[in-house]
């Protein structure tokens, strides 16, 4: 679901739509708020395997009464904040021995495998 941020300070020039590229109202998509058995129940698969695919993800989401898309992206949302947890883990360990600290997470050359953060409603 899609819904229309407020307009401020416009002019009426008509009803306003998805279709109206360039106009003064922007679509505003609406966050998805998973409920706590569907997290856990996510959590528990992405132990289990960091990938969900093809007939797995379709019935996961028709069990927890989600959308494929809505598993897809928490799968890889979810796997941006483990290999983020990961290079956090890696840096304390080497600060911790007197190592030499590795480049942060925001570097470009750390980001080249990296799927971007993505939340989409259907």
């Known amino acids: ?6 307009c401020v300070g416009t002019t009426p020039l008509g009803p306003a739509g998805p279709w ?3 106009g003064p109202c922007k679509m505003k998509r609406v966050r ?5 058995e569907q997290l856990e ?13 093809g007939t797995e993800r379709v019935d996961l989401a028709a069990t927890l009464h989600l959308t494929e898309t809505q598993v897809k992206v928490w799968f890889q949302n979810r796997r941006i904040k483990w290999r983020k947890q990961s290079m956090e883990q890696k ?8 190592g030499i600290q590795p480049a942060s997470a ?3 050359d750390s980001k080249e ?6 939340d989409v409603e259907l």
């Open 20 to 22: 109206r590229s360039g």
């Open 32 to 36: 998805t708020v998973f409920k706590p």
């Open 91 to 98: 840096a304390a360990k080497l600060s911790q021995f007197g």
């Open 41 to 53: 129940r996510l959590e528990q698969e992405f132990l289990k395997q960091q990938y969900m695919v």
């Open 113 to 118: 495998h990296e799927e971007d953060p993505v």
């Open 106 to 108: 925001d570097s470009t």
């Open 1 to 6: 679901g899609l819904e229309l941020s407020h």
